[in-house]
């Protein structure tokens, strides 16, 4: 399971002055969606890999707004930075196949999580914890 340091990958004291209460937050309710999504899915067969760059299931947790800029690909506003997005190492795209059944949908719609279309996130997944613009529980960055 993901802790609340592996989201923060050292960033939180490195950065302490951009991490607010309010992130600090995101970042609990983040990392228990994460965490319920991953044991729902491993009752269907997923299954999860360390990623070896960050130690953890995480490939991307918080970002503050400095790293945020300096991302290869990172949106602009992206809810890495307000610590409402996680992105899961998934470097087989099995947890990605698991999410587009309906099992997979179901599971999203219960917990609230939104998740960027699989064909735009090869070895991860990204997940957040408010709807995009488009409202759609699977959409394009």
């Not at 991953?38 to 067969?45: P, R, S, W």
């Not at 099992?103 to 991860?124: D, N």
Request: with cysteine; aromatic share 10%.
């Amino acid at each position: 399971m993901i802790t609340l340091a592996d989201y923060y990958m050292g960033r939180r004291e490195q950065y302490q002055l951009q991490c607010s209460p309010e992130i600090e937050h995101n970042a609990v309710m983040i990392v228990g969606l994460a965490n319920a999504l991953m044991t729902q899915a491993e009752t269907y067969g997923v299954r999860f890999q360390v990623n070896l760059r960050t130690g953890s299931f995480v490939s991307s947790g918080w970002r503050p707004a400095t790293v945020n800029e300096v991302t290869p690909g990172a949106a602009v506003n992206s809810k890495h930075i307000t610590g409402q997005a996680i992105d899961l190492y998934d470097p087989d795209g099995d947890l990605d196949d698991w999410l587009m059944t309906g099992e997979g949908q179901a599971a999203l719609v219960a917990l609230g999580i939104w998740i960027e279309h699989p064909s735009a996130t090869k070895g991860w997944t990204h997940l957040q914890s408010v709807p995009p613009r488009s409202n759609r529980r699977v959409f394009y960055p």
